[in-house]
């Protein structure tokens, strides 16, 4: 099975910050690697699907980079609404998906 | 509008059973997969089955394979998910969540719906 790891676990940023988000696949994924935020209460939303589109509606600010095994989010310029858990995923093994342990940002 | 509603969820002891629901509307069901994907309290995200649009297959993760099944009616735009021989590791809020193949991604969830297994 493929297994995700994420780095940090946890951060603490201000507004305005560059937020770099790390997510790891145990063996090559190529760019099958998305992106989520989550906040309290609420269910995931999807931010960046293979490893770097932007899905419609979400902000420029979100980027994503990477392929085979190590990827990157960036949040080019942190916003009060974007702190939150994020969450990234697998979709290599389709149909069995695996999601990373994720990343909690909040305010420094 | 494109939506999912998750109904189902309860508290339930342990070995016992449960039947969540999640209904779409404002798309063509039958055209995407669809997975229930859970997350217990205070942790993260476990993707727990997949189905197939035309349900001709299906997949589970090994925590609850033999215990869970997963179905769907396509002509009432609805997925499920039958749980039994339920433990106290599955509690969890349950979401269900709608697999575009183009994306590669779930890009639309519900709500959630808790299930909660104690004694």
């Known amino acids: 099975d493929i297994q995700m790891t994420q780095s940090p676990s946890s951060l603490s940023a201000s507004v305005g910050d560059r937020v770099t988000i790390t997510c790891r696949a145990s063996?090559?994924?190529?760019?099958?690697l998305n992106w989520y935020q989550q906040k309290p209460g609420k269910a995931p939303k999807l931010l960046i699907y293979?490893?770097?589109s932007l899905q419609s509606g979400v902000p420029s600010r979100f980027s994503g980079s990477g392929s085979g095994t190590d990827f990157t989010l960036t949040i080019s310029s942190l916003q009060p609404e974007d702190f939150a858990t994020y969450y990234c995923?697998?979709?290599?093994?389709?149909?069995?998906?695996?999601f990373g342990p994720g990343t909690k940002v909040d305010i420094k | 509008q494109v939506q999912l509603v998750e109904s189902g969820g309860g508290l339930v002891k342990p070995g016992g059973s449960l039947r969540l629901s999640c209904a779409a509307s404002?798309?063509?069901?039958?055209?995407?997969?669809m997975s229930w994907i859970r997350q217990a309290p205070g942790k993260g995200l476990e993707w727990v089955s997949y189905?197939?649009?035309?349900?001709?297959?299906?997949n589970y993760a090994d925590s609850v394979k033999g215990r869970f099944t997963i179905s769907r009616d396509n002509a009432k735009n609805s997925l499920y998910l039958q749980m039994n021989s339920l433990r106290a590791e599955d509690t969890a809020v349950y979401y269900c969540?709608?697999?575009?193949?183009?994306?590669?991604?779930?890009?639309?969830w519900g709500q959630g719906t808790m299930v909660t297994v104690s004694s």
């Open positions: 063996q090559s994924i190529s760019s099958y």
């Open positions: 293979a490893a770097s």
């Open positions: 189905i197939s649009s035309s349900s001709s297959y299906t």
């Open positions: 995923q697998q979709s290599y093994s389709t149909p069995v998906f695996t």
């Open positions: 404002g798309f063509t069901f039958s055209d995407y997969y």
């Open positions: 969540a709608r697999g575009e193949v183009l994306l590669d991604a779930f890009d639309i």
